[in-house]
């Protein structure tokens, strides 16, 4: 079978594990908050009826997307133009390419950020790799000029981080939203977990202070895997509704 990612490629590694893919969704949390063009999800009224479900549903489909084979992995893709298409011709206006690509940079720093934290640095190739694949998302999106090396995303990473991130009246009520629907706990926990993964811009935005307070407990969390108590943690961490979700996301597909 054609696989839309090569099984030996290390973003099915970073990508099969619910450990990396709860830091991505942490991160994601942030950087989504933060976005100029956060209004589009409010013009949709599900981030405030839904905020975890909405975000949850961006990473699922991107994990999708890397275990499937060419031919599924492409459908799920005009799947999500066609929702985003469907949003656009509602609301009279066009979300800008640049939103896109904020999208799809995020995926791949915070892929890079969370390996790195829970198991090893990445090699040069490797993160060229996470880059080639989500560039290939991009450009099935139809989104042009995306940075082919990954000293070129950097650059372009920065300069989007700059540009495109406002603590505004819509980051404050998504972050209302983010506790009502943790409550207090769960909510102190992301909120650690987001220091632990963003980028500095990210944190500054938020006026976090650095470190995070999770740093010391990251070489116990991976010791706790190989006895299991990692399950624990997690169920401490997610609300019931997606603990299965996360659970199945450990089995990677063939």
């Known amino acids: 079978m054609d696989y839309f990612v090569n099984k030996n490629s290390i973003v099915r590694e970073i990508w099969g594990k619910s450990d990396t893919i709860l830091f991505i969704f942490a991160g994601a ?29 961006t990473v699922s489909y991107a994990r999708e997307i890397v275990f499937s084979d060419k031919r599924s992995a492409f ?31 995020m995926l791949i720093d915070y892929s890079i950020r969370s390996f790195e934290i829970l198991e090893r640095q990445l090699e040069d190739h490797e993160k060229q790799q996470v880059l080639n694949v989500f560039n ?32 505004g009246a819509f980051t404050k009520d998504l972050y209302q939203q983010y506790r009502k629907h943790l409550g207090f706990m769960r909510y102190k926990l992301l909120i650690e977990l987001q220091i632990l993964i963003s980028p500095n811009t990210v944190t500054q935005l938020l006026n976090y202070r650095k470190p995070s307070l999770l740093r010391p407990f990251v ?13 624990l943690l997690k169920a401490m961490i997610l609300p019931a509704e997606y603990k299965e979700d996360i659970k199945e996301m450990n089995h990677i597909s063939a």
Do not use: C
Not at 32 to 40: G, I, P, S
Not at 221 to 230: A, E, G, N, P, W
């Open 136 to 167: 290939e998302v991009g450009n099935r999106m139809g989104l042009k000029d995306l940075p082919q090396t990954y000293e070129r995303f950097e650059d372009q990473r920065h300069q989007h981080l700059k540009q495109n991130l406002y603590n």
């Open 219 to 231: 070489s116990l969390y991976k010791m706790s895997r190989h006895v299991h108590l990692d399950t």
């Open 29 to 57: 949390s942030a950087e989504f908050a933060l976005n100029k063009t956060v209004d589009w999800l409010y013009f949709t009224g599900r981030i405030p009826k839904d905020p975890l479900g909405r975000l949850f549903s």
């Open 75 to 105: 459908k799920a893709i005009d799947t999500i133009n066609a929702i985003h298409a469907s949003v656009e011709s509602k609301r009279g206006k066009r979300i800008p390419d640049w939103a896109y690509k904020d999208v799809l940079f």
